[in-house]
């Protein structure tokens, strides 16, 4: 197994490695202080095609898959990972379920302009009683047989990409009705932004990622053809699990670039920063701390790739997904406390990048299923049944 890149593949990432370190270090950190989503530097993204990576180019994608995703999310964070968020939510959790599960007509209308990114989508699944017990989804929706519209009403919260000014669509799951055995009918549905009914909050004040959008949604009677319904009636919950199993190699690439980044932010202040009368650089302690966080970042890395590989041939990746996104999470937060650590008061203060990080690894121990979800599903996909 050859875990080195194509050459198509590492023109892609130089490409996005200049982006990320010539437009987006100079400014994230005025938008990251200002809690303030970055416009530009996301129609930058757009025009560089790296929303539409995954997509076949009749939709105005690149034709490219997972791999690539992959490969621009990790060089993204390791400089900043408000941004890969953004691209991650935008094709993972925006684009992707209607690439998927979408009718032809769904696909011709929404695509092309999620592609190039003029529009972002959005993917509503959490809900306030329902994060990682999505079966207990709340919001429902009903047909209306006299309009032929379904009839939305629900809150979901914890939206990436939901309320930006280019946000175009949420693709919400609901309760459509009840199965055999009183279990609920999950739905997913399409719904434009703007729709009467459709209300989206102020954004959240986050701990991290504050150069991204995350908000609350809330429906009532929200109403939407009967054709916006997503794939077959019923099969929500279905789609949204491979939705997600998907998502977590992308998030994986996401937290090994920010594990990377803090290795690179580390090396630097260590050649630079003087102490007794030499770099610290020299002193073995710190040498030994950087080593293993480069070890961290380098499996992660092995782990993502691994998991996109298989997703790409065609092969199972469930367990795979879920070993690469419990272990590069994990790294990411061990190397930003390290990285902090090592920057002593100066990774304490907003001027540096490291202190975005530290703030920014926590959530990918929680985002697109916990570290503990992980853990139940790698446990299962072994045959350990409770």
């Known amino acids: ?183 609920p009918q999950i739905s997913s549905i399409i719904v434009p932004s703007g729709t009467p009914g459709f209300t989206v909050a102020a954004p959240y004040s986050k701990v991290g990622w504050n150069a991204s959008d995350t908000r609350e949604l809330s429906f009532t009677d929200v109403r939407v053809p009967a054709e916006n319904l997503l794939g077959e009636e019923g099969r929500g919950y279905a789609q949204f699990l491979r939705i997600l199993d998907e998502g977590r190699i992308a998030i994986a690439a996401l937290a090994t670039g920010l594990a990377q980044g803090c290795v690179d932010e580390s090396v630097k202040y260590a050649k630079e920063r003087q102490a007794f009368g030499k770099p610290i650089a020299a002193n073995q302690a710190i040498q030994f701390k950087i080593a293993d966080m480069e070890m961290k970042a380098h499996t992660a890395r092995l782990a993502w790739r691994d998991a996109a590989a298989r997703l790409v041939s065609g092969a199972a990746f469930k367990k795979e997904a879920a070993l690469a996104k419990l272990h590069s999470s994990t790294v990411a937060v061990d190397n930003a406390r390290e990285a902090t650590q090592i920057h002593g008061g100066y990774g304490f203060m907003n001027e540096y990048p490291v202190a975005r990080m530290w703030r920014d690894s926590k959530i990918l121990e929680i985002g697109e299923g916990t570290s503990e979800v992980q853990r139940m599903l790698i446990a299962r996909e072994l045959g350990l049944v409770g």
């Open 1 to 183: 197994m050859d875990y080195r890149l194509s050459p198509e593949l590492e023109d892609l990432r130089r490409t996005v490695e200049e982006f990320a370190h010539e437009v987006v270090a100079p400014k994230i950190g005025d938008f990251y202080e200002r809690h303030e989503f970055p416009y530009e530097i996301v129609r930058e993204m757009g025009r560089m095609g790296l929303f539409g990576l995954p997509f076949p180019e009749e939709y105005g994608g690149m034709g490219g898959d997972y791999l690539a995703l992959g490969v621009a999310l990790e060089e993204l964070a390791r400089v900043d990972s408000s941004i890969a968020i953004t691209l991650e939510a935008g094709v993972s959790l925006g684009a992707m379920p209607i690439h998927l599960y979408g009718t032809e007509a769904q696909k011709q209308e929404w695509l092309p302009r999620l592609c190039t990114g003029e529009m972002l989508g959005a993917f509503g699944l959490t809900e306030p009683d329902g994060g990682s017990d999505a079966g207990a989804t709340r919001t429902t929706a009903r047909l209306d047989s006299a309009t032929n519209e379904w009839v939305i009403n629900g809150t979901k919260c914890f939206i990436t990409n939901s309320g930006t000014d280019i946000t175009g669509l949420v693709t919400v799951t609901a309760v459509t009705g009840r199965k055999p055995d009183g279990r």
